[in-house]
Nanobody, 122 residues
């Protein structure tokens, strides 16, 4: 699976952004899709994932209620709608595909996109 993330940018606190992740290659619908982020000097952290069937979604406590993950298997796309953005959301955001494990650890994902930078100004 090849993944291409896009949609990052500079936004003021309280604003919104929608990240997209385009997938190609192996059967996209068989994979759980996740979003992770990494801020400078910090470890990569879980943001959200959506099950392969799109029937289940899970979020980090820090983004719950503000971010929404969705998946369009027909278009091979995954989205992360980010609302009420905070300066602490500033990071490079990565989409990833995996089939093993619960899905909360980045080691459970086999394929990664190149990342897209989100900067939230105060």
């Amino acid at each position: 699976v090849q993944l291409q993330a896009s949609g990052g940018g500079l936004v003021q606190a309280g604003g919104s952004l929608r990240l997209s992740c385009a997938a190609s290659g192996r059967t996209f619908s068989n994979y759980r899709m996740g979003w992770f982020r990494q801020a400078p000097g910090k470890e990569r952290e879980f943001v959200a994932f959506i099950s392969w069937s799109a029937s289940g979604t899970f979020y980090a406590d820090s983004v719950k209620g503000r971010f929404t993950i969705s998946k369009d298997n027909a278009k091979n796309m995954v989205y992360l709608q980010m609302n009420s953005l905070k300066p602490e959301d500033t990071a490079i955001y990565y989409c990833a595909a995996g089939r093993h494990g619960p899905g909360f650890n980045f080691r459970e994902y086999e394929y990664w996109g190149q990342g897209t930078l989100v900067t939230v100004s105060s």
